[in-house]
């Protein structure tokens, strides 16, 4: 880091301070990230994300009347469409997403008024839709349909599963202690006995001390990270498996999705020696994560390749991401941060370098 940019830190010319940036210095003055900086500065969506999600936000924000749609819903049928639309959700297919879910919430917002049957089925879409939310950086709306669905929640494990996404927007939001304080409580809550465990209470168990971990690293809590790890491979160990409860892909936990995580936190204290040593024993082209954490853990591949100059095969992973999610990758300022720092130290530039600034919005 420079010494003029620490300066301006120091008056206070320059506030909007990245959450990796303030990590380090934490690390180096051997304290708390939250420490330092109450709240990061991480930004939210552009203009043109938040123009195109308007219709969801309305969605959610105001109250469905069954007299403004052609047919009376019913569960079956709401039920019928949103499995419909879960390969859209696992592939990142923003652009149908967007075009099918405000009728969906409104049609799930009616049923859930009237009928048991249809609360389940609205909580289930607000976990999608604020997971979603979430994905795409519109913070408020993400805040919202969670809220919802905790309030609508049935049972501590499904509240624990919106919780489990609640950690994470507040984590995108720079929110460590909110995120860690948060994730401690509901993991304390439903600690499972693991003698006679669930499969289910183990994956939601597992998930909120993986958010335990994920806020501690990034608040300079080493200690506090490697133990929450340690207990959530435990609950890995004894699933044995990749394992997805109730078709709720937003939660599939085991082994390889702890291996993943592992390898995040890595990066996180800026270890792309470690990152490279373990992703090489991740078995990838197997994996059953969700396509976000896939696509999370290839960027921390590609930031070890960049950090270790070798630019190809950075390059080389953003280019598989890409391909794999086209939606995804241009939401992602980690990719951009990735990129920039490539093209910074290479004097000349690819047709795969030139191709993808383009498409994630790296000048040039």
């Known amino acids: ?18 959450l990796e940036t303030a990590r380090k210095l934490a ?26 999600w308007a219709p969801v936000r309305r969605a959610l924000e105001q109250p469905a009347r069954a007299d403004g749609l052609e047919d009376a819903p019913t569960v079956a049928g709401v039920k019928e469409a949103l499995d419909a639309a879960m390969p859209l959700f696992k592939g990142d297919r923003f652009t149908e997403l967007g075009t099918i879910l405000p009728r969906l919430l409104r049609e799930a917002d009616i049923l859930a008024e009237v009928d ?4 389940a089925v609205r909580v289930r879409l607000l976990q999608l839709t604020g997971w979603l939310m979430v994905q795409t950086r519109q913070f408020g709306a993400a805040n ?8 609508m929640s049935a049972d501590r494990l499904q509240g624990a599963s919106t919780v489990n996404t609640m950690c994470w927007l507040l984590l995108r939001q720079g929110k460590l202690t909110e995120a860690r304080e948060l994730a401690v409580q509901w993991a304390d809550d439903t600690e499972p006995r693991m003698s006679r465990a669930t499969p289910e209470e183990l ?32 609950a890995a160990v004894v699933l044995g498996r990749e394992y997805q409860p109730r078709e709720d892909f937003l939660r599939t936990f085991g082994p390889a999705t702890v291996a993943l995580k592992r390898t995040e936190n890595a990066g996180i204290v800026d270890r792309p ?9 991740i078995p990838t082209d197997t994996l059953r994560p969700t396509s976000n954490n896939r696509n999370r853990h290839r960027l921390d591949v590609a930031d070890a390749y960049a950090k270790t100059r070798r630019y190809a095969e950075a390059v080389g992973e953003l280019n598989t991401i ?34 993808l600034a383009d498409v994630i919005g790296v000048p040039m």
């Open 27 to 52: 690390h180096t003055l051997r304290v708390s990230t939250s420490y330092l900086v109450a709240e990061s500065s991480e930004p939210g969506a552009d203009t043109a994300t938040v123009d195109r």
């Open 203 to 234: 994956c939601t168990w597992g998930w909120l001390l993986l958010r335990v971990s994920a806020a501690s690293v990034r608040d300079n809590r080493p200690g506090e990270a490697r133990d929450a790890l340690r207990l959530a491979h435990s």
């Open 1 to 18: 880091m420079s010494l003029s940019w620490i300066r301006k830190l120091e008056q206070g010319t320059e506030t909007d301070t990245r």
């Open 273 to 281: 020696d470690r990152v490279l040593d373990l992703a090489a024993k």
């Open 116 to 119: 048991p049957d249809g609360r």
């Open 322 to 355: 890409w391909q794999n999610s086209p939606e995804w990758l241009p939401t992602q300022r980690y990719a951009r941060d990735i990129l920039g720092r490539v093209i910074q130290k290479r004097r000349t530039l690819t047709p795969d370098m030139r191709v």
């Open 144 to 151: 919202l349909a969670l809220d919802l669905a905790l309030d």
